[in-house]
Every structure is written in C-alpha cells, then in structure tokens.
C-alpha cells in the first residue's frame, strides 16, 4: 500500500506560478513512476507529466516549456512546479504512484484554477 498526500494548489491569475507537491508513504521501496494528472469535469483524466525511475520524464504537450515534474528520493516527494499558467490548466490535478507490481495509487486531488 501506498498513501499520496498532496499539497499546493489554489487560485491564481493567468501567467502566475503554482508548485504542487505530493508525499508518498507505505511501500515507496517498489514505485517505479511518479506523475500528475488532471482532470475537468466532463472530461477524462489526462497525464501532465510522468518522471521514472531513473530520471526519465514525460510531458503532454500542452504544458511542455512551461511545468516541470522532480521527485525529491530523500522525501519520497513528487513535485510539479508549474509556470506561465493558462485559464485552459484549471483543473483537479492528481498525483499517482505505480508500484513495480503495476498496481498503481491516486492521491486525493487538489483544485488549480488559473483566473483573472
């Protein structure tokens, strides 16, 4: 089992800056992939970025250039630090976690909403 406690989102105006963080506990030993999610309403959830095991990342293209995914090993902590913010980024961002096994956890979510 693994719990994802997350942290940081809120309002902020277009072009703004929002740091999410998500903090992993239980059996972080066998995580493989670290990444954040989003999701509108009426919309399916879509991958933000994704960072592995190694260091390798993965963007959707919509935000690339502007958020950047790191995982802190020490703090078993993931991070999207999120720049240049757009009103089309307001969303439900979730944090997940897959374990080598597959079986993958979710976080609880955490609202950004990107407004003047």
């Known amino acids: 089992q693994v719990q994802l406690v997350e942290s940081g989102g809120g309002l902020v105006q277009p072009g703004g800056s929002l740091r999410l963080s998500c903090a992993a506990s239980?059996?972080?030993?066998?995580?493989?992939?670290m990444g954040w999610y989003r999701q509108t309403p009426g919309k399916q959830r879509e991958l933000v970025a994704i960072?592995?095991?190694?260091?390798?990342?993965n963007y959707a293209d919509s935000v690339k250039g502007r958020f950047t995914i790191t995982r802190d090993n020490a703090k078993n902590t993931v991070y999207l630090q999120m720049n240049s913010l757009k009103p089309e980024d307001t969303a439900v961002y979730y944090c997940?976690?897959?374990?080598?096994?597959?079986?993958?956890?979710w976080g609880q979510g955490t609202q950004v909403t990107v407004s003047s």
């Open positions: 960072i592995i095991s190694g260091g390798r990342t």
């Open positions: 239980g059996s972080i030993f066998s995580i493989v992939a």
């Open positions: 997940n976690v897959r374990q080598s096994s597959n079986l993958q956890y």
